[in-house]
């Protein structure tokens, strides 16, 4: 066999490697992930901390100007 012989049915044979990973990849699992952890206990207080100490940095920052 010829040289481009030997290209064209590797060329065919990638292409084809593509379209099945195409295919796998868009008829996938289509299941939901969660992509946030589950908070935990505690976590709220933690936010609520960190805006009030915003707010503080904010109104000090307000003060020196």
Sequence with gaps: M???TVTSIVLILFALGVFALTAYAWFGSWD???RRPVRTYG????????LQMRRAIEE??????
């Design 32 to 34: 939901l992930v969660v």
């Design 2 to 4: 010829a040289s481009t």
């Design 60 to 65: 000090y920052e307000r003060g020196h100007r």
């Design 43 to 50: 976590e709220d207080e933690v936010e609520v901390a960190v």
